[in-house]
């Protein structure tokens, strides 16, 4: 069974920073990308940013240049950092894990259970 396990969401307000934090645990053997989704109030979840291979990154038109994306592999741990937060930025922000092969061999992808980001203007 995989874990994630987010943290760093929190109260900030706007033009501050913060950094979520995601680390998937369990008979991991790799994991093909990582990202975060996030759900406005009355929104449906959208992507937010994700990496792929470790390489290749992928951010919502609405933050980029302001939110940036990174992974330690060898913690099988996803970072964001979130600059210039805008009030339209608060949401509850889900870690995900697509891809993930466990041992005995199994592919599945697992979400966290979010973390709450709210900004204020």
């Known amino acids: 069974q995989v874990q994630l396990v987010e943290s760093g969401g929190g109260l900030v307000q706007a033009g501050g920073s913060l950094r979520l934090s995601c680390a998937a645990s369990g008979s991991i053997f790799s994991i093909n990308a990582m990202g975060w989704y996030r759900r406005a109030p009355g929104k449906q979840r959208e992507l937010a940013a994700v990496?792929?291979?470790?390489?290749?990154?992928d951010y919502a038109d609405s933050v980029k240049g302001r939110f940036t994306i990174s992974r330690d592999n060898a913690k099988n741990t996803v970072y964001l950092q979130m600059n210039d937060l805008k009030p339209e930025d608060t949401a509850v922000y889900y870690c995900?894990?697509?891809?993930?092969?466990?041992?005995?061999?199994?592919?599945?992808?697992?979400w966290g259970e979010g973390t709450l980001v709210t900004v204020s203007s």
């Open positions: 995900n894990a697509a891809g993930v092969v466990t041992i005995p061999t199994l592919i599945g992808d697992y």
């Open positions: 990496l792929t291979h470790g390489v290749t990154t």
